[in-house]
């Protein structure tokens, strides 16, 4: 017989053998920013997590500094009215996203900033691309991805972080990038699927498709190397961090994409479903909401994550590791 009750006999014990631990460090927060002033609205969907006008964002970031977090993800909610056929509140110089940037490198010049670059939020179709009969175009949305990440890394962003699923925006984007004398890094959503979870983000980013949905660029859930294959061919483009999305249901791809990439960077996005799941739970008293994220986030990095992406990150920094 092997005792292996003698590694788990007491907390002290436990915490002895753990070979995996969280860190504030390990996450990137994800914001929603919108137009406007003094706005904080909590998203119906997603409890705890609000869209937040500039002037808000600006004393939220200065909470979660304390904490100890250092990286966050901004994504832009702009008006109906100011969506058009391709996006182009996105990719102006003066877009919603360039001014959160700037404001928050006057206030926070280290914190790392990464920006989600993608149509869907701008558009007034809710499509990562251009539509060309009916269907998302791949190459003539490419130039528009390029600027938009060339804009945000003007603006003054660490990361660009494009996440269309066209083929070979990382290229275009390195390209632009390096054209321009830009040295923001790019973390690719290399394999992100075609997933329900994304859900309750749609409902916060008002960017669900007015027709079709995404699985026609977006990768199938069903197939299980080609998530690898996007990795790589992403790494061949010039991309610095790679991302698995979603998480928890992906353990498998994090893990695969980790021994395959062992050197790369490797995120993992805890989605809003994913969020929304465990937190809906725990208010109905199903789950301990603690102990549940705790477990999870331990589990994506246990896979091979080395930062994860969660809406819990604030929550987690001021309740659970404190
Ligand atoms: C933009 C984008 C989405 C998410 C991140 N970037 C939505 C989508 O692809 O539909 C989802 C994030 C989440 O669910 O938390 N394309």
Redesign the pocket.
């Known amino acids: 017989m092997k005792r292996f009750r003698q590694f788990r006999i007491n907390q002290e014990t436990r915490d002895r053998y753990a070979d995996i631990s969280l860190s504030v460090k390990d996450f990137i927060y994800?914001y929603f920013v919108t137009e406007g002033e003094h706005n904080k609205e909590e998203i119906r969907s997603m409890n705890g997590v609000y869209r937040f006008s500039i002037d808000e964002l600006i004393k939220d970031i200065g909470e979660i500094k304390i904490l100890g977090i250092d990286k966050i993800l901004l994504?832009g909610v702009i008006n109906e009215e100011k969506k058009d056929d391709s996006g182009s509140a996105g990719y102006d110089s003066g877009s919603l996203i360039c001014r959160a940037i700037r404001e928050i490198k006057k206030y926070y010049p280290d914190l790392l900033v990464f920006t989600?670059v993608?149509l869907?939020?701008y558009t007034s179709h809710g499509h990562?691309g251009l539509i060309h009969n009916h269907d998302v175009d791949n190459d003539s949305t490419l130039p528009l991805l390029a600027e938009m990440a060339y804009q945000h890394a003007v603006a003054g962003a660490d990361f660009v972080a494009p996440?269309?699923m066209m083929d070979g925006q990382v290229e275009a984007i390195r390209k632009q990038l390096s054209s321009g004398n830009q040295s923001a890094r790019i973390l690719a959503?290399s394999a992100?699927y075609a997933?329900a979870?994304?859900?309750?983000?749609?409902d916060a980013?008002a960017?669900t498709p007015s027709f079709g949905d995404?699985k026609s660029y977006?990768m199938d859930f069903r197939t299980s190397t080609q998530g690898l294959e996007e990795i790589e061919a992403d790494l061949e483009e010039g991309a610095d961090w790679t991302m698995v999305?979603?998480a928890l249901p992906y353990l498998d791809i994090i893990q695969k994409a980790k021994t395959k990439f062992p050197e790369t960077p490797l995120v993992a996005?805890q989605?809003?479903?994913e969020?929304a799941m465990l937190k809906a739970a725990a208010q109905l008293g199903y789950l301990d909401e603690k102990r549940v994220f705790y477990e999870s986030l331990i589990a994506i990095k246990r896979a091979g994550a080395d930062y994860i992406i969660t809406?819990y990150a604030k929550e987690f920094a001021s309740n659970v590791i404190s």
């Not at 979870?197 to 749609?202: D, H, K, L, S, V």
């Open positions: 994800p994504f989600d993608c869907c939020e990562c996440s269309a959503y992100k997933s979870f994304y859900g309750p983000f749609r980013a960017s995404r977006q999305k979603p996005y989605v809003s479903g969020y809406y």
